[in-house]
Structures are given as C-alpha cells and as structure tokens.
C-alpha cells in the first residue's frame, strides 16, 4: 500500500498551518509502513473523539468509530475487547482526552489496556475557538479567559507515568518523521502507549517559536526506570522556560495487560438460541 492511497477524498477543513496537517501524514506513513510490514491496514481500527483533531478520521480511509467528546478512550476498551486481532488506536485533542476523558485515560493507563492514545495537543480548544485546556499556560488569554487564565497546567507525561502507562512519548509536528516513529512504535507495543504531540495552533495559540527554540531529542536509554522517566518528564510542566524534550519517555515490555485477565467474547450459538425460542413458542401454544 502505497501512503496516498490512505488520503480519502473528504475536503479538507483545517485552517492552513495547522498541526493536524503534520499528524494526519505521519500517521498515514507510518500505517502505511506497517501494512508494508505485514500489519495489514484492515487489522487497524481509528477512534476519534470531538474536536479538530477528530476530522482526521474523514481525512483517512479506515475502518473506525467517532466517540463522544471525551469518550473515544472507553469506545477503543470495548472494540478491543471484543477482537483482539484489531490494533485500535485514539486521537483525541487535549481538551478531549485532558479534560472532559481524563478519568478513561488514567483508569486505562492503571489496566494497561492494549490500546494507543495520540493527543493532539495544541493547548487550546480550537473548534470552539480559543478557550483554554488543562494544559494552557498560566495566563493564557482566550476566548473563556480574556484577562488570562488563573489555573496552571498539569503534565500529562507525568500523569500517565504515575497512572502506570507502559509507553509513554512526546511527538512534536515540527518533527515530522520523528513523529511517524513514535506512531509506529506506539502501536506497536503490546500495552497502554500515550503519545502526547506538541501540535501548533497557527490560528489561536501558535507556539512555534516557542518549541522551535526549546525542543531536543531525549536520550532513549534505560526507559524501563520509571523513577528516571518522571525526572524527563518533570524538565518541562507546560508553563516554564525548561528545555522540551521528544522521543520515547518511558517502555515497559513484557507487563500484563487488560486483555489478558478477560476471557475472549465468545461467538454466539446461534442454533441452540433458535432452539430455545421454537420450544418457548410451542410451549406457549
């Protein structure tokens, strides 16, 4: 499969320089990869949440399921569940997942639900045009805060650490194919993977600039320390002038996950259902 062949036909709607454009084609690359792989596409299941972020599911031909705001982290638990051949990953805005699903994200990071979550995390809610999320920067002027935000942010790297997530990273759209190999890695690990993506804004909160100057690539060595990996991940708290690091924070492999302690969906028996209903209705004769 060829990546333009994931590109669907639905016009695109994004303000032009926005993030999403970034993430859509890493996605696409590296999905694209896998099938080439031996991952076919048909195995992988997109759930989207409310949000800009959630028109990248009409933006790629796959099979797929739109959530409710907040709520795409529950819908993928379920379509996991049910078919434990799918690989199903989450895009969800910062808003979406921070906010309204944060109690979905920590309670499925705490199962290690074989699921991937990709934040698009722009630090702003664009679709309804500039209101401030859980990781807006103390001060953020917006439309919902016009004389600045008075909370500060939290740090969702470190809250999934702490959550017990077993892959944790921070893609950034300025890192194009960096991002595509967190992706691929992301669904690739058999547990709960976050990947929370830096997405510039271009039309409301645009940090370009800003990440431009401070992002670095972390030292991917002894991940397993979750310890060490809360130290990376407490450089930065999303409202300081700290260094920004990217790539992997934290893998944990070989760690039981949800699926493993649910027996399988079994397929109905079909026959003896009928069975029972024809004796019921004869009963009643």
Known sequence: MKPNDLISGAKNTWCPGCGNFVIQHALKDALAGLDAEG???ETMVMVAGIGQHGKTFDFL??????GLHGRAIPAATGIR?????LRVFCTMGDGDCYAEGLEHLIFAAKRNVDITVLVHDN??????TGQFTPTSMHGYKGRSTPGGAWERPFNPLELALVAGATFVARGYTGRKEQLS?????????RGFSLVDILQVCATYFNRTDLYEKRV??????????REASLRKAREWDYDNDAPIGLGVLYRKDGVPTYEDGIPPVREPDY??????FRRMIEERR
């Open 39 to 41: 991952v076919p596409v």
């Open 61 to 66: 031909n796959l099979n797929g399921f739109y």
């Open 81 to 85: 569940l049910a078919n434990r051949e």
């Open 123 to 128: 630090r702003v809610y664009g679709l309804t």
């Open 181 to 189: 190999r967190l992706i691929r890695e992301a669904i690739l690990h």
């Open 216 to 225: 670095y690539d972390w030292r991917e060595e002894g991940l397993e320390d």
């Open 271 to 276: 026959a003896a259902r009928e069975e029972f």
